[in-house]
């Protein structure tokens, strides 16, 4: 049962232009959003997060939405750099039984294209 | 600088061998995580740990063992029962604030079991 799901496995932007990464959610109890980024044999890099209980938030070059009554997050890069080239995992984080625990999306693998 | 360390970077073992990956952290972080990553799949949750002496199981917890005796420490040990133990292991933690408490993640462990 994937609770976080991300349906592209990969994009491909121009340099300059937005890179719009998109995540689904299946659990309408999840509190908290995040976005990391990824390269190869390392560990993920937080970029951004966003609370429930907002539905965007900004810094720098990222932007996060969230639509809840769509169960629907997106990451935008604007403008894209040949340096964010990588995989980014969404995440969600939800309690079971007092304790909480952060899911993550499968990814999508980003190629900015100089 | 604060972080959190994983050792080794690479660890080979011979299958029905048990063995124990290192995550250290001094952030002073209370919750600590183990993630396995597989091409393809994202990130699943292993175990995971609120307070010390306590842990919960994860998604794919059948054929691993964790303890957490020191808020610091959290060893995850892959025992001869885990059926596919080839994977790249990520340990991560975090903190008290509500909707300021991304997850750090260290560098990971890639582990291969012949």
């Known amino acids: 049962d994937q609770q976080v799901k991300q349906n592209s496995p990969s994009l491909s932007v121009q340099e300059g232009r937005i890179s719009i990464l998109n995540c689904d959610y299946t659990?309408?109890?999840?509190?908290?959003f995040l976005w990391y980024k990824k390269y190869p044999a390392e560990g993920p890099t937080f970029l951004i997060s966003?609370?429930?209980?907002?539905d965007k938030n900004e810094d720098g070059r990222f932007t996060v939405f969230l639509n809840k009554s769509a169960k629907h997050l997106s990451l935008h890069i604007v403008p894209s750099q040949p340096g964010d080239s990588a995989v980014y995992f969404c995440?969600?984080?939800?309690?079971?039984?007092?304790?909480?625990?952060?899911?993550f999306g499968t990814g999508t693998r980003l190629k900015v294209l100089a | 600088d604060g972080g959190i360390t994983q050792s080794p970077k690479y660890l080979f073992r011979k299958e029905g061998q048990n063995v124990t990956l290192s995550c250290e952290q001094n952030?002073?972080?209370?919750?600590m995580y183990w993630y396995r990553q597989d091409p393809g799949q994202g990130l699943r949750l292993i175990y995971y740990?609120?307070?010390?002496?306590?842990?919960q199981k994860g998604d794919i917890a059948e054929g691993y063992s964790v303890s957490r005796e020191k808020k610091e420490s959290f060893p995850l040990t892959v025992t001869s029962a885990q059926k596919n133990p080839t994977a790249f292991y990520l340990c991560?933690?975090?903190?008290?604030?509500?909707?300021?408490?991304?997850?750090?993640f260290g560098n990971g462990t890639r582990l291969t079991v012949t």
């Open positions: 991560a933690s975090s903190g008290q604030g509500w909707y300021n408490s991304p997850l750090h």
């Open positions: 659990n309408s109890m999840f509190d908290y």
């Open positions: 966003i609370s429930s209980i907002k």
């Open positions: 995440a969600a984080r939800g309690a079971t039984s007092g304790t909480y625990k952060y899911i």
């Open positions: 952030l002073n972080h209370d919750a």
């Open positions: 740990s609120q307070i010390v002496n306590d842990f």
